[in-house]
């Protein structure tokens, strides 16, 4: 049997249990242990334990790093995820987070013994309302969704608070990120899907028509979904405000922008920031991450409670419960603390002149290696610069057969993560190549090589690409099979 | 500093290959007037070991509790955490890697998310999980959003439920036409009354914390039976997860959908950091899950694979007609929940829950024997109990930092009329001296307070 572990499936942690193995060892105590029966009722007392595994410490050490061998990390290569921001995560950030002051807290200790805890957390909300442009920030929000969740709540508040309340309409063109629509709904609002112009703008004339005395407000990325930026931005926040409308900044672009134009200033009322995507926290194969949100001053008194306040007169930092009109709460506690400290190390270290020189290397790595990938593959908007982002698709090889998903299945063969594909869903057959500011010119290089050569594969020999991975132990799944019969959960077979 | 890896050289090659001279070319588009005339007011940018430097002055601004005697829970519970579990969650395949859209090169994450959903409803006597939310909270907000339909919009909570919780089902629910209404507890507990009361032929659910947020041992079997007679379902929300290892499964006792915080299991607590939620269903219901759920499979060659599976579920297909706008889950906490739950197996997590209720209780009668020290509620408990003070919490809580010792958790912090009483947390960590340091110092705290 193979003995290379990049060769073959690694059992379940439960198949590894065998009887009487173990890996706790829990303090022992000096008190007579009591008779559960004597205190808890019995029909509420476990009856069979939960069916974990026995294992022994290595067995545990040994399947995780096992598991790990088999994912791609930034740490791994290059990940140019459009929309994600994959850029290189500072292990700096991962010691800070780690500090025994900031990970050895109880929420609810007294607030005299967390002060630095609440400093950081003030640091953060207001470097983060300066680079948005926005009067003030909260960072209790886990995620870019959840953000825009409290993002649309508030818009909700300010216009209930005005008694208007037969505006019911959030408008969100085409081109925006499911969780935008899907927001709406869950704030109680109908999304009112508008067209945008081929090149991903917002078409100002489907916008007059579409607001109205209806017109809650409007959600926007900017840069748009297709890596350019908006250049008719004022004239649409102008359209929105005068319908009586506000308008939000859906935050995933922001990398493209920071310290070189502010959403505050475009006319957003709004912001939600992903510190998983801009401010290099990781994304942890999925979260946690943090979405915290900027808003206008105007509408400071609408956000989540608790929030975080400096007292000058009593030089000390506090949690402010009351805010009668908040939108009320969002979670239990105060936000992802880990990751927030990641962010506001991140934002400590690169200070104002380095958060600008991100932006501007992550624009200027995006077009450049756009020009290099124009060489091979039909490009979106090839006139203009594109921002932190850009899309290509294969309709100048489409008499190959070849599809975007089968292109992006060969990059893994060569060592590299895919693009988003088919995403956003106004570009047939969609690429989205986002490669940040902290990849250097030789991988821009090579990947766009690669570009180059899967081409010509697609032409010599389009069926090689379209079975594509063929590196991987595990090849192409079968999504159907998993969604038609699914198997979400182990069973332990019935010993016979 | 900063983690750009052109130099200026190669940005030169870089602008001739676009066709411009300067990066600022890059940026015509944006109008002029909206451009930073000046830099952000943000401090300059320090070196790496500066930075640390100014990290670690703001940690020490921090009482670590690692180096007191912790008594506070709440919703924050502070057990055994092995240590391999950061070393492995430090593996950056791992950690750096996005949600695992490509499962040819993920199936490391998937895989855990897989273990993770078995345990879960292994936990809690569940069919089905998915791979986590956002926190406890959130949870209990998307298992009302699975529980609600037009017809059957109402949900009756009790009391006993965490009140930041009831404040985030209360801020989900508005805005959806969903009401909230209360079941009062009575002596510590819900009676069964308190939930009909509220209930009428629009209610979708009711909703019990086990134990619940006094420590409480709620009869969670004659709450699902009631609830299911008026066609309403259950949903139990787990406060201290390691009670899983003492407590029937609520799967077991008629729940349709049990939630639970994993923060106890993801490392240490980091000022309620290593949230996750935990959601499980049942078959029935599962299509109604949010958020990402794996699947096992097979690759073209038949071999075992995982998947993100049941998408059409969601908001990346659905948009507006989603079950839920999340996206994202606690991935990383996963893993760790799944390495520590692995690590303690089926007898650990019974050996801590068990020693969690014999310390708990020791430490109960240590302070009962302090004049003027009485329960709030006279009812079974596991880790958490509440007591009637001499003097408010906050104060003894003061008090107490003086002998290295954290907590109890004031109750005036969440309601008004109980700023005497305190809300005590014992685990299998705490040890016979922490609990005995405890009960001498409050009684001395108590008594000198009621000479001032």
Redesign the interface.
């Known amino acids: 049997m193979s003995k290379n572990l990049f060769s073959q499936?690694?059992a379940?942690?439960?198949d590894k249990?065998r009887p009487g193995?173990?890996?706790?060892f829990?303090?022992e105590?000096?008190?007579?242990?009591?008779d559960?029966k004597k205190?808890?009722?019995s029909?509420?007392?476990?009856?069979i334990?939960?069916?974990?595994?026995?294992?022994s410490?290595i067995d545990?050490?040994r399947?995780?790093?096992h598991?790990?061998?088999?994912?791609?990390?930034?740490?791994?290569g290059f990940?140019p995820?459009g929309s994600?921001t994959?850029?290189?995560?500072?292990k700096?950030n991962?010691?800070?987070?780690?500090?025994?002051?900031?990970?050895?807290?109880?929420?609810?200790?007294?607030v005299e013994?967390?002060?630095?805890?609440l400093?950081?957390m003030y640091l953060l909300q207001i470097?983060l309302a300066?680079?948005l442009g926005m009067g003030k920030v909260t960072l209790q929000p886990?995620?870019?969704?959840?953000g825009?969740?409290a993002g649309i709540?508030i818009i909700?508040a300010y216009h209930d608070s005005r008694g208007d309340t037969k505006r019911n309409k959030i408008i969100i063109p085409d081109a925006a990120?499911?969780?935008n629509?899907?927001?709406?709904?869950?704030?109680?609002?109908?999304?009112v899907e508008i067209k945008s112009t081929p090149e991903g703008d917002v078409d100002l004339d489907a916008l007059r028509a579409a607001v109205g005395e209806d017109t809650a407000g409007l959600m926007l990325t900017n840069p748009s979904t297709l890596g350019?930026?908006e250049?008719n931005?004022?004239e649409v926040t102008k359209i929105v405000h005068e319908a009586g409308g506000l308008i939000y900044y859906d935050g995933a672009n922001l990398n493209a922008?920071?310290?070189?134009?502010?959403p505050g200033?475009?006319g957003f009322d709004v912001v939600h920031v992903n510190l998983h995507k801009t401010f290099?926290t990781?994304?942890?194969?999925?979260?946690?991450?943090a979405g915290p949100v900027g808003v206008k001053e105007f509408l400071a008194k609408f956000l989540?409670?608790p929030t975080v306040e400096y007292i000058a007169e009593k030089d000390i930092y506090v949690f402010n419960y009351d805010v009668p009109e908040s939108?009320?709460?969002?979670?239990?506690?105060?936000?992802?603390?880990?990751?927030i400290?990641r962010a506001?190390?991140y934002?400590?270290?690169?200070?104002?002149?380095?958060?600008?020189?991100?932006s501007?290397?992550a624009?200027?790595?995006a077009?450049?290696l756009k020009?290099?990938v124009e060489k091979h593959l039909h490009v979106e908007a090839p006139e203009?610069?594109c921002m932190h982002e850009f899309i290509c698709t294969p309709k100048n090889i489409y008499d190959t057969g070849v599809h975007t998903l089968d292109i992006?299945?060969r990059l893994?063969d060569y060592g590299y993560?895919?693009p988003t594909i088919y995403?956003p869903l106004i570009v047939e057959e969609a690429m989205m190549i986002e490669p940040t500011?902290?990849?250097?010119?030789e991988t821009l290089q090579e990947f766009a090589e690669v570009i180059g050569a899967i081409v010509n594969e697609c032409k010599s020999d389009p069926e090689m690409v379209k079975?594509a991975?063929h590196t991987?132990?595990?090849?192409?799944?079968?999504?159907v099979?998993?969604?038609r019969e699914?198997?979400?959960?182990?069973r332990r077979p019935i010993a016979e | 500093m900063n983690y750009i890896p052109v130099t200026e050289l190669e940005k030169e090659a870089m602008l001739k290959e676009i066709g411009i001279n300067s990066i600022e070319e890059l940026f015509r588009e944006i109008p002029d007037d909206l451009k930073i005339k000046n830099e952000l007011k943000i401090p300059k940018g320090l070196s790496e070991y500066e930075t640390r430097k100014a990290l670690i002055k703001l940690a020490k601004k921090n009482t670590d509790m690692n180096e007191l005697a912790n008594f506070m829970g709440a919703g924050a519970y502070n057990h055994y955490v092995p240590t391999l579990v950061d070393h492995l969650l430090s593996r950056s395949e791992f950690y750096t890697a996005y949600t695992p859209y490509q499962p040819e090169i993920s199936q490391g994450t998937l895989q855990n998310i897989y273990e993770f959903q078995t345990i879960v409803c292994e936990l809690f006597g569940m069919d089905v999980s998915n791979a986590s939310v956002y926190d406890g909270a959130t949870a209990v907000a998307e298992a009302m959003i699975m529980a609600c339909d037009k017809k059957k919009n109402e949900i009756v909570i009790s009391k006993g439920l965490h009140k930041e919780y009831r404040e985030t089902v209360e801020t989900y629910a508005n805005g959806l036409g969903i009401t909230v209404k209360y079941a009062e507890l009575e002596e510590g507990i819900t009676p069964l009354e308190a939930f009909e009361a509220q209930a009428t032929d629009a209610t979708a659910a009711y909703v019990v914390m086990y134990p619940n947020f006094y420590g409480c041992i709620e009869d969670i079997q004659k709450i699902a039976v009631a609830a299911h007679a008026r066609k309403a379902l259950l949903i139990v929300s787990i406060s201290d997860l390691s009670a899983m290892g003492i407590l029937e499964a609520p799967g077991n006792l008629g729940a349709d959908i049990v939630v639970g915080d994993g923060m106890p299991f993801a490392g240490p607590l980091s000022f309620s950091g290593p949230s996750i939620g935990l959601i499980a269903t049942t078959t029935k219901l599962s299509r109604k899950l949010p958020g990402r759920i794996c699947g096992m499979t097979e690759d073209r060659e038949g071999k075992r694979a995982f998947v993100l599976t049941m998408q059409a579920r969601e908001q990346h297909i659905r948009r507006d007609k989603a079950s839920s706008n999340i996206c994202s889950n606690q991935a990383l906490y996963a893993l760790a929940n799944n390495i520590t739950l692995s690590t303690l197996g089926k007898y650990g997590l019974k050996e801590m829950a068990e020693n969690t209720l014999t310390n708990a209780h020791y430490c109960k009668d240590k302070l009962l024997k302090i004049d003027g020290v009485e329960m709030l509620y006279e009812q079974p408990f596991y880790s958490e109990f509440a007591v009637k003070l001499p003097i408010p919490a906050r104060v003894l809580q003061k008090h107490l930092l003086k002998y290295d010792i954290l907590g109890p958790v004031d109750l005036g912090r969440f309601d008004k009329d109980m700023a005497n009483v305190g809300l005590f947390f014992v685990s299998e960590i705490r040890s016979k001296d922490d609990m005995d340091r405890l009960a001498f110092a409050m009684e001395v705290i108590i008594n000198e307070q009621k000479f001032i």
């Open positions: 499936t690694e379940l942690i439960f249990s193995h173990k890996a706790y829990l303090p105590s000096s008190i007579e242990k009591l559960k205190i808890i009722p029909h509420l007392i476990r009856k334990e939960a069916d974990l595994p026995e294992v410490e545990v050490v399947h995780f790093t598991l790990s061998s088999k994912n791609f990390g930034v740490d791994t990940y995820l994600c994959m850029k290189y995560n500072p700096l991962e010691n800070t987070a780690r500090l025994p002051g900031f990970s050895w807290l109880h929420p609810y200790q007294p013994t967390v002060q630095g805890a400093q950081l470097s300066e680079i886990a995620a870019g969704a959840h825009e969740l709540k909700k990120h499911g969780t629509p899907a927001t709406a709904t869950m704030a109680g609002y109908q999304a350019l930026f250049r931005i004022t922008i920071m310290g070189i134009t502010r200033d475009m290099s990781p994304h942890g194969g999925g979260g946690p991450g989540p409670i939108i009320g709460r969002m979670k239990s506690f105060y936000g992802n603390f880990p990751v400290v506001y190390t934002i400590r270290a690169l200070g104002a002149d380095g958060l600008k020189k991100s501007q290397y624009v200027l790595n077009n450049y020009k290099l203009r610069f992006a299945k893994i993560h895919p995403f500011e902290t990849e250097g010119i079975s991975p991987t132990y595990v090849k192409r799944v079968d999504e099979k998993a969604a699914p198997n979400l959960r182990y």
